[in-house]
């Protein structure tokens, strides 16, 4: 290896090593405030949980615990359930006949297992009523263990969208859930101490038949034969509310054109589709309405021109109407019908909605304004929330974005701003799992964002709330995503694998009046720094600094992130002088090559020196056949000798993989390419693959789609290849290293076209350009090592016989 290439690893390490001990660092910080955070959360958490537990508890008297008798003695613990018993097998066998209350009863339940579910019954037993609990909403329930010896023991748990907890304790005993409902207790099912499980009695195998009580159900509130829907229009956003928890059912934003030029949101492929097979979910707004201008309603909104930024359910032979608890600036607590109170509206204007509700214990009013009141600020309105009475527990929430899709996957995101030591620090939240909540307490947070990568909203609490926010993820089936609706036969986006986020900031439990400042819109650079200057205040120094939610995603994000923002401001120069964002990747990339030059220069030179050393590399190997391991010293001591080094080939493409990644994380970042066209018809959107044709039936790997840039970044690649590492046609005159060289280009070829057939088409233009100027510049380079190389040939010729002339 020469000075020069051991100069360049020892630079690059060194950049590396130091990278790495920085972001370290930073991390260890940010781990051991995370550690304090969540012991104090556990410990407020622990406080909240005893204290919830003691206000639901119950005494045992309240529960239908009966004796079990046999012969008049005492054997064990049951529940009545409207004249049948349940009870755990406390005796192996077990008696046939049992009296309970006064009466014979008689076993039902086949081949019971120690400690297991038992039911006994009369006669004329027909089947055991059980509660049956909907997926959706928040549960008390109770579990009673059954102990043969001692009293029975209750706990307090939940069951919270379909899954049970126990808020305090771990039975060591099994034992059953019930739920009342209209003054009966229920059976919900059997808990396994052991594995902490809820098994539902009808799906427990030998168990006798079960029923769900038609008398037993939970008190619903069923909304849409009250719901009003209310619209509010800024150049920049339709405003959508409804009288059902006085929220945000819909923030639809305009697509650019005529009809709205000040909107930076552009048409993409989705928008068109959706308006195309299923015209009912591109109405908006999606359902009847009213407008300040007219007391009569609306029937039906537009066809199309916006982007709902909310998921707001689907409409078709499946239709799922999303839950008041989802839409955005609800107030909502542990109750689900907090979030269904019916608000009247006070007063309806072109700027301004107030809605307001009345419970026994407080009183809510919400006043929306947006035009004047924000400063007309793009994508923004304020909510005055004004709470009379008692307020503990309550939470705003941020609604759920709508699924964006980069390189054929969904990226949603949420953040967070807090200022520390005068400084304004945006922190990410790992996203909670499936029907988890997530509770960060420890934080006063400036705002707090949810994304779906390019557009979200943003929650700004002007007045001071309490500490923390929480994030909650929903079941895509129950917040389905618009893109669910296309092509029902083969269902490429199935709501399922879309899952919802949610934000919600807490009230203060003192009651009073709050302002909030909302964003609604795209995470445009342009639009973020407008805002920020339109409620920037000099004299005290605050600035919202909304542009700061503009994050670059990816795993290399920390290593990437200086790079794109580098080739983001490369571009925009090109840009503002091209107005194609398509040709400013490609003037980017050229200005990439211009950089490198020099380096793929010398590192075309060197393969060009070591492609004449191959007649004499092949000597060495054929002369050490029988001792492969001599002759790769012979090898090696040949390239020393010659200043040759074989790995100087690689350098060029190990510089350029940061701009890589760095293009890649800047095209899923940048809202500014999202929707940008370069060549109509082909590539419509330089953040999605290039299509030049499609069709309706999915083929495995190509889907619906052709996509021709991937296909050509692939033969690129291998004519790359071919003239960069030129091989002898003659297997058999071929050295190891050109073989595998050969093998690993043919290889790298086949995975970059498959890697690449699913990303942006911008990215795939950056990467084709730059292996066309790549081969250019082989070519250009190479010609030049020949002309030079012929010269020396003929200078050494007339030497030679100028030697030979003063010989005779």
Not at 175 to 195: C, H, I, M, Q, R
Not at 436 to 462: A, C, H, K, Q, T
Not at 508 to 514: A, D, E, M, N, V
Not at 612 to 638: C, N, R, T, Y
């Amino acid at each position: 290896m020469d000075k020069r290439s051991i100069v360049f690893v020892l630079v690059v390490g060194a950049v590396f090593v130091g990278l790495n001990f920085y972001f370290s660092r930073q991390q260890d910080e940010r781990n051991r405030a995370l550690l304090q955070e969540n012991k104090a959360k556990q410990e407020r958490l622990a406080t909240e949980r005893k204290a919830q537990v003691e206000k639901k508890k119950l005494p045992l008297s309240e529960f239908p615990i009966t004796p079990i008798l046999v012969e008049e003695e005492s054997v064990a613990w049951g529940i009545d359930v409207e004249g049948n018993t349940l009870t755990l097998a406390w005796a192996d066998p077990l008696p046939e006949v049992v009296s309970i209350g006064g009466k014979e009863q008689k076993l039902l339940s086949k081949e019971p297992v120690a400690h297991g579910p038992v039911l006994y019954g009369p006669q004329n037993f027909t089947a055991l009523d059980i509660a049956s609990l909907p997926d959706e909403g928040k549960f008390d329930t109770y579990l009673l263990t059954l102990p043969r010896e001692e009293k029975p023991e209750l706990f307090v748990g939940e069951i919270d969208n379909g899954e049970f907890s126990l808020l305090l304790g771990a039975p060591k005993e099994n034992g059953f859930v019930l739920s009342k409902a209209n003054d009966v207790w229920l059976p919900v099912g059997f808990y396994e101490a052991k594995s902490q499980v809820l098994v539902p009695l009808q799906d427990l195998p030998l168990f006798p038949p079960t029923r769900t009580s038609t008398s037993f159900a939970p008190e619903l509130v069923e909304v849409d034969g009250d719901q009003k829907f209310y619209v509010l229009k800024t150049p920049y956003q339709q405003l959508v509310f409804t009288n059902v928890g006085g929220a945000l059912a819909e923030i639809n934003l305009p697509l650019e054109s005529e009809t709205h030029p000040k909107s930076v949101v552009k048409e993409i492929a989705f928008d068109k589709e959706i308006v195309e097979q299923s015209p009912a979910n591109a109405r908006f707004p999606a359902r009847p309405y009213h407008t300040p201008d007219s007391d009569e309603v609306h029937p039906e909104g537009q066809l199309g021109g916006f982007y709902p930024l909310l998921r707001r359910g689907i409409w078709n032979k499946k239709t799922v109407k999303i839950s008041p608890q989802y839409y955005a600036l609800n107030i909502v607590s542990e109750y689900p019908e907090m979030a269904e109170l019916v608000y009247q509206v006070k007063e309806f204007t072109d700027e301004k909605i107030v809605f307001s509700t009345t419970q026994p214990h407080r009183k809510i009013t919400k006043t929306y304004t947006v035009g004047k009141a924000t400063k007309e600020a793009p994508y923004t309105l304020n909510l005055d929330l004004q709470i009379d009475g008692d307020s503990r527990g309550l939470w705003l929430t941020s609604g759920v974005p709508e699924v964006e899709i980069m390189s054929n996957r969904s990226s949603p995101q949420i953040q967070y701003r807090q200022s520390r030591k005068g400084k304004g620090e945006v922190e990410k939240l790992s996203l909670p799992k499936p029907k988890e909540v997530v509770s960060v307490s420890s934080v006063y947070p400036d705002w707090v964002v949810n994304s779906n990568g390019y557009l979200g909203m943003i929650l700004d609490p002007l007045s001071e709330i309490s500490a923390g926010y929480r994030a909650a993820s929903i079941l895509g089936t129950r917040v389905p995503t618009r893109l669910s609706v296309l092509d029902p036969k083969h269902d490429p986006y199935p709501a399922s694998k879309y899952p919802g986020y949610q934000t919600l900031l807490p009230i203060p439990s003192k009651g009073g009046t709050y302002s909030f400042r909302v964003y609604g819109g795209p995470f445009e650079e342009k639009t973020l720094k407008t805002v920020d200057k339109i409620f920037s205040d000099k004299k005290t120094g605050y600035n919202p600094d909304y542009v700061a939610c503009r994050t670059f995603y990816g795993w290399f994000s920390f290593i990437s992130k200086p790079f794109a923002r580098l080739l983001f401001l490369v571009m925009s120069f090109f840009h503002s002088i091209t107005h194609s964002w398509g040709l400013s990747i490609i003037l980017l990339t050229v200005s990439l090559r211009l950089l490198l030059y020099p380096l793929n220069a010398w590192s075309i030179k060197s393969t060009r020196r070591m492609q004449k050393l191959s007649p004499q590399i092949q000597a060495i190997q054929q002369k050490h056949k029988k001792d492969p391991k001599k002759g790769q010293m012979e090898i090696m001591a040949l390239y020393k000798e010659k200043k040759v080094n074989p790995f100087t080939g690689c350098i060029p493409i190990v510089i350029q993989i940061p701009f890589l990644i760095a293009m890649f994380d800047l095209l899923k970042s940048s809202f500014q390419l999202r929707g940008a066209v370069f060549i109509p018809g082909w590539i419509n959107d330089l953040t999605s693959p290039d299509v030049l044709f499609q069709w309706n039936t999915p083929i495995f790997f190509f889907g619906t789609q052709f996509h021709l840039l991937p296909i050509l970044l692939g033969g690129v690649m291998f004519l790359q290849q071919r003239i960069s590492s030129p091989a002898p046609t003659d297997p058999s005159k071929m050295t190891d290293q050109q073989r595998q060289q050969k093998a690993m280009g043919s290889i790298m070829t086949i995975v970059f076209a498959v890697m690449f057939y699913n990303f942006p088409s911008g990215l795939n233009i950056y990467w084709l350009s730059s292996m066309l100027l790549g081969i250019f510049q082989t070519w250009i380079t190479g010609r030049y090592l020949d002309k030079a190389g012929s010269k020396q040939k003929v200078v050494v010729l007339e030497k030679g016989k100028k030697v030979a002339a003063k010989g005779r």
